[in-house]
Antibody, heavy 125, light 109 residues
Framework: QVQLVESGGGVVQPGRSLRLSCAAS????????MHWVRQAPGKGLEWVAV????????YYGDSVTGRVTISRDNSKNTLYLRMNSLRTEDTAVYYC??????????????????WGQGTLVTVSS | EIVLTQSPGTLSLSPGERATLSCRAS???????LAWYQQKPGQAPRLLIY???SRATGIPDRFRGSGSGTDFTLTISRLEPEDFAVYYC??????????FGGGTKVEIK
């Protein structure tokens, strides 16, 4: 069965760095684009970043651009999120999610079909 | 940039009642790129609907998605106790970035 397991969260001071990991199993990892989505305490979902199946294409949300790097190691079935210059507003549960798609009548429909359980990042002095 | 506005913010209903959740886009969205997720406290989001109206694997048929253009709806025909949760709409597919609505909480009245 598909499993996504995040790790690497914790308490970190403002301005410091952190690397999150997402270990994937149960599917052919290098066939899928992957995303990071975060959720601040008591708030809604915020998309953070996406990486293509081969790692060649990466895009970031406006609130993290320039401070975050998404990467993947397909030999290890692992997705990463490197976060630098952390701010208190980066405090959130960070989820990794698998992107999938279906084609119907020649039109592709995209969605996030599997999510990890999340890892909590707390930025505080 | 597209903004997704969900309403109401909170829906107070009793088990067995019908829930109607709205997701309005600031500009037209292809139905192919509209999805709905359910999130319960302490859990990750779960995919319910993709392509505006297609149910994901294992989702009961009391969940129905509909709509087009700028107005999309998630209807839960008869609320079961396990359906009380927060629901998010999402737009993804016409650009690399994904956008989520602010969510609607369905609570027990």
């Amino acid at each position: 069965q598909v499993q996504l397991v995040e790790s690497g969260g914790g308490v970190v001071q403002p301005g410091r760095s952190l690397r999150l990991s997402c270990a994937a199993s149960g599917f052919t990892f290098n066939n899928y684009g992957m995303h990071w989505v975060r959720q601040a305490p008591g708030k809604g979902l915020e998309w953070v970043a996406v990486i293509s199946y081969d790692g060649n294409l990466k895009y970031y949300g406006d609130s993290v651009t320039g401070r975050v790097t998404i990467s993947r190691d397909n030999s290890k079935n692992t997705l990463y999120l490197r976060m630098n210059s952390l701010r208190t507003e980066d405090t959130a549960v960070y989820y990794c999610a698998r992107e999938d798609s279906k084609v119907f009548a020649g039109v592709a429909m995209y969605y996030f079909d599997f999510w990890g359980q999340g890892t909590l990042v707390t930025v505080s002095s | 940039e597209i903004v997704l506005t969900q309403s109401p913010g909170t829906l107070s209903l009793s088990p067995g009642e019908r829930a109607t959740l709205s997701c309005r886009a600031s500009q037209g969205v292809s139905s192919s790129y509209l999805a709905w997720y359910q999130q319960k406290p302490g859990q990750a989001p779960r995919l319910l609907i993709y392509g505006a109206s297609s149910r994901a694997t294992g989702i009961p048929d009391r969940f129905r998605g509909s709509g087009s253009g700028t107005d999309f709806t998630l209807t839960i025909s008869r609320l079961e106790p396990e359906d009380f949760a927060v629901y998010y709409c999402q737009q993804y597919g016409n650009s690399p970035a994904s956008i989520f609505g602010g969510g609607t909480k369905v609570e027990i009245k």
